[in-house]
């Protein structure tokens, strides 16, 4: 399994830490709050980044290819 794989797979588990959507998955926070993170700027480190690949990724309409890696892969 390479290094994107893997990231992906991480992904996919992330929840969000804190706030209003507390406990979420990351890839079904609501599309505007993913929007205004990157309208804000989006956090450092790990979560930031996941947050904007986040947005790539509901940009692009690639939502279910997240849920989908979930359900296949154990959580690492």
């Given at each position: 399994?390479?290094?994107?794989?893997?990231?992906?797979?991480?992904?996919?588990?992330?929840?969000?830490?804190?706030?209003?959507?507390?406990?979420?998955?990351?890839?079904?926070?609501?599309?505007?709050?993913?929007?205004?993170?990157?309208?804000?700027?989006?956090?450092?480190?790990?979560?930031g980044?996941?947050?904007?690949?986040i947005?790539?990724?509901?940009?692009?309409?690639l939502?279910?290819?997240?849920?989908?890696?979930?359900?296949?892969?154990?959580?690492?």
């Amino acid at each position: 399994m390479d290094d994107q794989q893997k990231i992906l797979i991480k992904l996919a588990h992330t929840k969000m830490p804190f706030g209003k959507y507390e406990g979420y998955y990351l890839i079904d926070l609501p599309e505007y709050y993913v929007v205004w993170y990157h309208t804000k700027g989006f956090p450092k480190g790990t979560l930031g980044e996941q947050l904007q690949l986040i947005y790539e990724l509901k940009l692009n309409g690639l939502e279910e290819l997240v849920r989908t890696i979930r359900k296949k892969f154990p959580k690492p």
